[in-house]
């Protein structure tokens, strides 16, 4: 079974605050994604890459950054943090040709006061 | 605009009968389909996926039936069970070149199978 690791599981910060989500997948996947989950849109796609250096955009990609700094890590940057941010968000991760396989991390539950 | 789709937020089935989730496209060149389950608190897995060279797949109580030309597929449960309440969240991506591959989710519906 594939692993993909978030942390911290649970974060508050204030509004301008500065808040960094770490992802790690130890299945030598070359693609992994950050998606935000809020009621009522699902999943929604912030910024994927498919290897260390890549950077793709998603679908909400504004007030985010990201970073892919190995294989295995995945960082979403909210340098700017707003309460329109608050969510719960997943990391996945997926190997080459399997599009629709997403391994997902537990989540991290973010709330911006 | 809402790429995926799945208009019913909620479903509500009788334990030992069919669960019809539905999910609506507007993307004709997707390629992919899938349905994922989630519990609360608990992260999505992958219940059953289709390439769009085959418009049914057969999983035990799972089916899904892919219609391109609607653009729509559906997840069919058969002989649903209380522990089959949860989330289900339908998606639909492309194998596109240069590595730009994603997978868009639809809204999610509510599944509750009571006894």
């Known amino acids: 079974e594939a692993a993909v690791t978030q942390s911290p599981r649970n974060k508050v910060t204030v509004t301008g605050g500065n808040v960094t989500l770490s992802c790690r997948q130890t299945?030598?996947?070359?693609?992994m994604y950050w998606y935000r989950q809020d009621t009522g849109h699902g999943l929604r796609l912030i910024h994927y890459?498919?290897?260390?250096?890549?950077?793709q955009i998603g679908d909400v990609p504004d007030g985010y950054k990201a970073t892919r700094t190995t294989q295995e890590d995945f960082f979403l940057l909210l340098e700017l943090a707003s309460p329109s941010q608050t969510s719960l968000y997943f990391c996945a991760s997926r190997r080459t040709g399997s599009i629709e396989r997403l391994f997902f991390g537990h989540g991290t539950k973010l709330s911006v006061l | 605009g809402q790429q995926v789709k799945q208009s019913s937020p909620s479903l509500t089935v009788q334990e030992g009968g069919i669960s019809i989730l539905n999910c609506d496209y507007e993307n004709d060149m997707f390629d992919y389909f899938a349905w994922y389950k989630k519990y609360p608190d608990n992260s999505p897995t992958l219940l059953i996926s289709?390439?769009?060279?085959?418009d049914k797949r057969e999983d035990g109580r799972l089916t899904v039936f892919l219609n391109k030309s609607g653009k729509h597929f559906s997840l069919h449960i058969t002989a649903s069970q209380p522990e089959d309440t949860a989330v289900y969240l339908c998606?639909?991506?492309?194998?596109?070149?240069?590595?730009?591959?994603?997978?868009?989710f639809g809204q999610g519906t509510v599944l509750s199978v009571i006894p």
């Open positions: 289709v390439r769009s060279n085959v």
């Open positions: 890459s498919y290897g260390a250096g890549n950077l």
């Open positions: 299945n030598s996947h070359n693609y």
């Open positions: 998606a639909a991506g492309l194998m596109a070149t240069g590595g730009n591959n994603k997978l868009t």
